[in-house]
């Protein structure tokens, strides 16, 4: 229970931040005239998504410390804590970590993302973004990679360009079509 004390701490917290944001945001026009969004929907939206994000991780978190017997929860004097979990420890070398490694990779791929939006578009150049994130960084079969890139441009055309007319940027070869 102490190994995770933090884990549930962080997690309650954002859980009430998200709550806090979700409230706050009635103090501003959600809806106006015309049923168009107002500057309240933003906070509104965002608070109730980190604070349904933030429960769930709570309540994964409670689950997990339910499920850990007590004797496992206590590292042998000879291991350190994260080898008594099954975690691996960091490389001795001054090679960096397999994790600094992806962090460093998913950053690159974003800002490619961004340098390329200004020529294809956003959608397209999200779309990209995520087929590289999960066929290259998480190492998801190139079918199941394709279909979630194909529905989550599909997504964000349909809420962002359909429902909420929100005009993305087009990039070059978007500006060549209007000429």
């Known amino acids: ?8 701490i962080f997690a309650a917290a954002l859980t009430a931040l998200g709550v806090a944001m979700a409230v706050s945001a009635g103090g501003y026009r959600i809806f106006g005239a015309g049923g168009r969004i107002a500057p309240g929907f933003t906070p509104l939206l965002a608070g109730v ?5 933030a429960a769930w ?8 410390i ?13 291991q350190p804590d994260d080898v008594a979990e099954g975690a691996t420890a960091a490389p001795a070398s001054g090679s960096a970590a397999p994790t600094e490694r992806r962090a460093a990779l998913v950053f690159a791929m974003m800002l490619g993302a961004i340098l390329l939006s200004v020529v294809i578009g956003f959608l397209a150049s999200f779309g ?7 066929w290259f960084v998480e190492r ?13 441009v599909l997504t964000a055309w349909l809420v962002f360009v359909q429902l909420l007319q929100i005009p993305l940027p087009d990039g070059m070869i978007g500006l060549l079509g209007r000429v």
């Open 57 to 64: 991780a709570l309540v994964e978190t409670v689950v997990k």
């Open 140 to 152: 998801e079969k190139p079918w199941l990679a394709i279909l979630i890139s194909v529905t989550s």
């Open 66 to 78: 339910r499920r850990t017997p007590a004797a496992d929860s206590q590292p042998s004097p000879t």
């Open 128 to 134: 990209v973004l995520i087929l590289a994130l999960l």
């Open 1 to 8: 229970m102490r190994k995770h004390t933090g884990e549930l």
């Open 49 to 53: 998504a980190l604070a349904g994000f």
